[in-house]
């Protein structure tokens, strides 16, 4: 096979339909009405239920900077009060929505308003990734793997999840970055295409460090390149400079004067700024030296070796990772029992059918790697080797995370896609059709048809565990057997479970960690916890308030003046936490003991309410005051 080079001339299409194959507007336009349109039975609940705790949370963060809190403070002032430490998010994911909420007000009420905008939000990001993944395709299979590339991505279902309407969170605008990043290495070199990348690389960081890998990939990528030719074209030169003077300038931009010099590992801050600044400007001025092989060797690792320094200065816990400050106490309470961070064989255990699937993509896209590196025009390409390295590290941290898994798939994408293109070319060039050799292709590679073959092959005994969480497409996003149940969405999700608390007077609320997004959403009330790891002390707080014993929990909830303690009786492990634990002040309220101190609120079963009275004793075999 071959045709992989950018500078091979495409043969003219013979017919209409092979037009259509190749990168056609059109196509682009139906992937986004599918997605826009397959999921309009959820239209009606949107900003009522959502995906997941991420969602209500974005939410209300707009929603506080809609309602004037600055653009530099993202602090939360209704989680964990009085709040430390900001959210670790980025006004750059909220500014669209509010945008879009901003515009869609002119002629709507304001909770018609937030639905359009979360409606639209989501699939319009996934139209650059489709262009991304178009063009990335194209890079390597040639134009008849346009069409491939756009149907894989629109019919995987861990990739979709993160586009569907409501999912409002930031791994959409975050895998969008990531492929144009991966595309403008694998372009034709050229000084301009390097300022891109720079440029891509900052606002990457600005958002979430999530997709840090990725951009140490492209780093090594280019400092490696420039090792083993030099710099002829002045990609590396432009793209390094442009990282020094990029990411401190978008540190500027969103930060607050009083973060700038405060170290943290899970959000830009001075540690990235130092390794972005040192580390690009290191290698911009090395690009410039007329040096020989061993000079580069040498000068690239005294710039590895400052930007390292410059990285751990501020905060040397750093260099355990984005998580490395969270405390073993807030990992064993929450972190380690987060489904999203669970390996993929303890997710599979729980949905096969799911965790199959998500594997098909990344199994297929080594597959495709391996045949697609046959041909010498595609082997040596910097491009070609970022892509896979980044395909590769995104599988090895989804085996380990299942979050990352989406990842994995995207990026398996333009590799199955190119292999489908190069065979569609291959055939057209034997006299045998096109189009249907890459039709044929692109319907066996697809994860639609392997979520039905497995479906129907799958063991009775797996009925019950399919459909997992959003993470990875399950029942909310891909819809496939109903519908109107994703449309209900989960319990502790579904805000209008939550009317009877928001009715009470205003105050602080004790739950269930993965319940303070919700609450904050439904209700005027603050809450104590919610799970995001710069809030250790909410954590911790409300453990011990709703699962020590009666001393140690009024002491913990007097403590922090707290007005009511609330419970969503969803069927199962509703929380990453796994429910009241026994022995604890809320499991033993649940089973019926008393206190003087505690009434329960009538209200919906589903999510119940306990107000907190003055005083202190504890009645061990009474029924519930109010009940």
């Known amino acids: 096979m071959s045709g992989g080079s950018d500078a091979a001339a495409p043969q003219a299409p013979t017919s209409a339909l092979e037009r259509f194959l190749k990168p056609h507007v059109a196509v682009i336009a139906l992937a986004f009405a599918l997605v826009l349109l397959r999921f309009v039975a959820s239209w009606p609940t949107i900003g009522e239920v959502f995906h997941d705790t991420d969602d209500a949370m974005r939410l209300v963060e707009v929603r506080d900077f809609l309602a004037g809190q600055g653009w530099f403070d993202l602090h939360q002032y209704r989680l964990d009060p009085p709040a430390e430490l900001p959210m ?4 750059f994911v909220d500014l669209p929505i509010a945008v879009l909420i901003g515009l869609f007000g002119v002629v709507f009420e304001p909770a018609l308003a937030e639905r359009a905008a979360m409606i639209l939000w989501p699939p319009l990001t996934l139209i650059p990734v489709l262009l991304a993944l178009r063009s990335l395709a194209g890079r390597f299979g040639g134009s008849f793997a346009a069409l491939p ?10 990739v979709i999840a993160q586009f569907v309407p409501g999912r409002i969170d930031h791994h959409n605008v975050q895998i969008a970055l990531t492929l144009w990043l991966l595309d403008a290495v694998a372009a034709p070199p050229s000084p301009r295409r390097g300022l891109f990348a720079g440029l891509l690389i900052a606002a990457m960081t600005a958002v979430g460090m999530e997709t840090l890998p990725f951009v140490l990939i492209v780093a090594a990528g280019f400092a490696l390149r420039w090792v083993v030719i030099g710099d002829p074209d002045r990609i590396v030169g432009v793209w390094g400079a442009t990282v020094a003077v990029a990411v401190p300038a978008i540190a500027a931009a969103t930060l607050p004067v009083a973060e700038w010099t405060r170290p943290a590992c899970d959000a830009l801050s001075i540690s990235y700024v130092a390794v972005a600044t040192v580390g690009g400007l290191g290698l911009a001025i090395a690009s410039r030296a007329r040096l020989g092989l061993p000079g580069r060797l040498v000068a690239l690792g005294v710039v590895a070796a400052l930007a390292l320094a410059a990285f751990a200065a501020p905060d040397p816990r750093c260099l355990a990772g984005p998580f490395a400050g969270i405390t073993p106490q807030v990992r064993a309470l929450w972190l380690d029992n987060v489904a999203e961070v669970q390996p993929w064989l303890t997710f599979t255990r729980a949905h096969p059918v799911d965790g199959l699937v998500a594997m098909l993509l990344p199994g297929l896209g080594l597959v495709a790697a391996a045949l697609l590196a046959r041909d010498p025009a595609i082997r040596t390409r910097l491009g070609f080797s970022v892509l896979v390295a980044s395909a590769l590290a995104a599988l090895a941290i989804g085996l380990t995370q299942i979050r990352t898994m989406v990842y994995a798939d995207a990026l398996a994408v333009p590799l199955v896609a190119a292999l489908i293109g190069l065979i569609g070319a291959e055939a057209r060039g034997r006299g045998r059709s096109a189009v249907v050799a890459v039709l044929v292709g692109t319907i066996l590679a ?8 497995i479906g129907r092959l799958a063991p009775a005994s797996w009925s019950n565990t399919a459909g997992g969480p959003a993470i990875l497409g399950g029942a909310s996003a891909t819809a496939n057997d109903d519908e109107g149940a994703a449309a209900r969405g989960p319990t502790c999700l579904t805000l209008a479970h939550y009317r009877a608390l ?3 007077p205003v ?5 269930d960690i993965d319940l303070g997004p919700s609450i904050l959403a439904a209700t005027p009330h603050a809450v104590i916890a919610a799970p995001y790891h710069r809030m250790q002390r909410g954590i911790v707080d409300a453990d011990r308030m709703i699962n020590g014993d009666p001393a140690t929990a009024f002491a913990a909830l007097d403590a922090r003046k707290v007005d009511y303690i609330v419970h969503c009786a969803a069927e199962g492990p509703a929380t990453s936490t796994g429910g009241p634990k026994p022995g604890g002040l809320l499991a033993r309220l649940l089973a019926g003991e008393g206190s003087t101190r505690i009434e329960e609120i009538p209200g919906d079963p589903a999510v119940r309410v306990f107000r907190l009275r003055p005083g202190s004793a504890f009645a061990g075999a009474a029924t519930l005051t109010g009940r």
Do not use: N
């Open 88 to 91: 670790h998010w980025s006004r």
């Open 149 to 158: 590339a756009v149907y894989l991505a629109a019919t995987c279902a861990p």
């Open 446 to 453: 697809s994860s639609s048809l392997a979520t039905v073959v």
């Open 502 to 504: 928001a009715r009470l």
């Open 507 to 511: 105050g602080l609320v004790a739950a």
